[in-house]
């Protein structure tokens, strides 16, 4: 494992060793596909760099980081240049987090990096489930004539994964092909523009693994710049923050989560880097106290 991962700062709290932890977190430093703005390749370095800047309990969930294990990685070393190799590499290290008994959380990285995580996951879970946050749709079949691209890693999913398990929120740009993929084929369960509907969505869901991808980019630019591709007419922070609460008391067993698409270097200010580092947060808090019915039995006994 080590060989495969660079040696960095761990964010905030996430000091366990890897033998102990619960969750993994690690980096995939990615954006080869990128089609605008580049620079999510450094979001994880950054978001080490300004974790510090918040406190390790939310007081929005009522959890500390302290009191779960949690191990930082760092991040993948990738052969860049190469995006199947890189796919595989990150592929690789999720299948050996998984294979450990742990649960992963990854940064990115732009969205494809997804792929590779979902793919490890569904050898392991069957009846997957994805709850996908974002801007845009990312349900082309090609961009720019390619298959594999962050903008078509939605669409390999549910190629993997079929109809009736992605769920989408927050979604307000794409093709009119891809709206119709969803709204009107019903491939995938969309609510466009806002996340109202989250928790309904959770409810439904009981009792099923769940995977959160979400790309930072579903908040508004005037909350959160510092991304490749801003879409006005996001959601608001609060609005995520319920999100968070849906998946708190949802009777769903959470299996891992990424957030992706933060290009630091587009803000100068870093408060897109805090966002991210928030999210963060809350998203390790949310995959390590969301555990199977009978792993609460056993600690129970």
Known sequence: MQKRLSNRATFMAMDVSFEEAEVVVFG???????????????????????????????????LDLEDFKICDLGDVNLSNGNTIKCLEEIKEVTKEVLEAGKKPLMIGGEHLVTLPVMEALFEKYQDIHVL????????????????????????????????????????????????????????????????????????????????????????????????????????????????????????????GADLVELSPHYDQSNVSTLVACKVLRELALLVSSKKREEEIIDETA
């Open 132 to 255: 996908h946050f974002d801007a845009h749709t990312d349900l082309r079949q090609t961009y720019h004539n390619e298959t594999l691209s962050h903008a078509t890693v939605i669409r390999r999913i549910h190629d993997l994964l079929g109809d009736g398990h992605i769920f989408q929120f927050g979604i307000r740009s794409g093709t009119k092909e891809e709206f119709n993929f969803a709204l009107k084929d019903y491939h995938t369960y969309m609510e466009p523009f806002t996340v109202h509907s989250v928790a309904k969505v959770l409810k439904s869901l009981k009792g099923c693994p769940v995977y959160v991808t979400l790309d930072l980019d579903v908040l508004d630019p005037s909350i959160f710049p510092g991304t490749g591709t801003p879409e006005a007419g996001g959601i608001t922070y609060r609005e995520l923050e319920t999100v968070f609460t849906a998946l708190k008391n949802a009777e769903v067993e959470l299996v």
């Open 28 to 62: 995939a430093p990615f954006d080869g596909t990128t089609s605008y703005r580049p620079g999510t390749r450094f979001a994880a370095g950054q978001l080490r760099c300004e974790s510090e800047g918040i406190e390790t309990y939310s007081p929005l969930l009522d």
